[in-house]
């Protein structure tokens, strides 16, 4: 059960674009349409922004997005705004009917 | 409106034993899979059980198996994670969360456990 491979920062100014990437194996991200992104402010509840790879909830802005290739799985974000500035965490459900989270990754608004 | 709260949580000394609770409230609780998350302090998500909607299956990370035990009463829209044997690691912020197919869709606020002598 390691831990999917999240870079621990990213930073991008107002406006820009940026894209968080999750690696695993063929065990978890590579195996199944399962990726979920979740965003974490400061002291809060985790949320989730991407499920099954690519879907948003309801409610979510169009400005975030997903994707997979292989055994990475990437978050998007265009248009960075101040509020978007938080940790993201990835996760994957596995081939042993468990799931798995990434590190995490701190996105800072420059 | 959707609703998870934890409950049960405080300090514990190394080898004790806690009883975490989660009240579930604004959705059919018996139709829906739980997990349990926890979150150590500055550290990222850790997956820590699962349960089936009857109770029938359940699963758990390695690092509690054997420890944790995770049950669930549908009659009371209640979630609990009975942990044994904890350790200084087991100090963490718990979380319940609500699955749908195989993501985490609403997530309780918290309670924190703290493994300290």
């Known amino acids: 059960q390691s831990a999917l491979t999240q870079p621990a920062s990213v930073s991008g100014s107002p406006g820009q674009s940026i894209t968080i990437s999750c690696t695993g194996t063929?065990?978890?991200?590579?195996?199944?349409?399962?990726v979920s992104w979740y965003q974490q402010h400061p002291g809060k509840v985790p949320k989730l922004m991407i499920y099954e790879v690519s879907n948003r909830p309801s409610g979510i802005s169009n400005r975030f997005s997903g994707s997979k290739s292989g055994n990475t799985a990437s978050l998007t974000i265009s248009g960075l705004q101040a509020e978007d500035e938080a940790d993201y965490y990835c996760?994957?459900?596995?081939?042993?009917?468990?799931?798995?989270f990434g590190g995490g990754t701190k996105l800072t608004v420059l | 409106e959707v609703q998870l709260v934890e409950s049960g949580g405080g300090l514990v000394q190394p080898g004790g034993s806690l009883r975490l609770s989660c009240a579930a409230s604004g959705f059919t609780f018996s139709g829906y899979s739980m997990n349990w998350v926890r979150q150590a302090p500055g550290k990222g998500l850790e997956w820590v059980s699962y349960i089936y909607t009857s109770g029938s299956t359940t699963n758990y990370a390695d690092s509690v198996r054997g420890r944790f035990t995770t049950s669930r009463d549908n009659s009371k829209n209640a979630l609990y994670l009975q942990m044994d044997s904890l350790r200084a690691e087991d100090t963490a912020v718990y979380y319940c969360a609500r699955i749908v197919t195989v993501h985490l869709d609403f997530w309780g606020q918290g309670i924190l456990v703290a493994v300290s002598s």
């Open positions: 063929s065990s978890d991200v590579g195996g199944y349409n399962y």
């Open positions: 996760s994957s459900y596995t081939s042993s009917s468990t799931w798995v």
